[in-house]
């Protein structure tokens, strides 16, 4: 019988809003592209009680669409301006990670994505009257944001992994 | 002597019809990425078509078009944004900033003239010839 793959997902367990710190200006500045995310501990597969199971497979079901989707907007014609290497890079570092995060990251709808004339990377979200834009910026110079609205507020914040996560956090609840 | 009167009005705030279209297909997922400035539309103002056809107004466009949006000029001129016409069938419209300059007024104005917007047709429409 082949062995069973240890499959770790102690992070997704917490939907504990998360706190920005100023390390996440790592992100905008080019320097820090690793993720922030603290590993609790590895299980196997079948000691996951029930719940993470389906969240389990729920994120992996939703995340390759959206992996997929960032590879494509290199190639794809339907861009007139294609990615930048530093923007696909970041978000390709950023989006997947915090879907993983997510613990119901299923339930995010279907994600909008494109790029500017510059080569950043455009990708949103909507669900009933919340809205989330992230902005990848081209290259290290250019901001980062994030932009989110419910009705008449609105606000943007810097792009960061947290930040981000805060906010599709927020879109789901 | 007087000069004659151009042959477009100064301002439409009315019931003109102003089309956009849509030059690639990630504006059709999401409308509002179609309202936000382009760089090279930074001094011009966001580019319209009006007083023709949405066939005329894809036209404009080098290869290939996604679709087209329309809205009114009064619609626009609501949210304290003009309408400048610069021939008889193109006009700009003015006080859109850049997402650069100002990411929140640039997203939120591009929120709230996608949700105006009607689209008019969508989907890919190649140029032949």
Known sequence: ???????????????????????????????????QISIEQSKPLLSQRPDELINFWSVYASMPSVVKKFQNLAVSDDVEVPPTGYAQFVATQTVPAVYELLTRSSALPEPAMGTDDSGAIMVSWSRADKYVAANFGA??????????EQGTERASTSLTENNLLDRLRWLLG | MSSAPPPFPEELNGDETLYRALRNASHLADKRFAFLLRPLERESGLSVRYNCTPDDCENELAEKSYGVLSLLARQVVSLRLQVKPDSSNH???????????????????????SRMAITVRSGLRKKTG
């Open chain 1, 1 to 35: 019988m082949a062995a069973c793959p240890v499959l770790d997902f102690g992070s997704l367990a917490s939907d504990t809003p998360t706190t920005t710190t100023s390390a996440d200006a790592g992100l905008q500045q080019g320097q820090n592209f690793n993720r």
């Open chain 1, 139 to 148: 290259n290290p110079e250019t901001r980062s944001f994030i932009y989110f």
């Open chain 2, 91 to 113: 006009a700009n419209i003015i006080g859109l900033p850049l997402k650069e300059e100002n990411e929140t007024r640039a997203f939120s104005l591009a929120g709230e003239l």
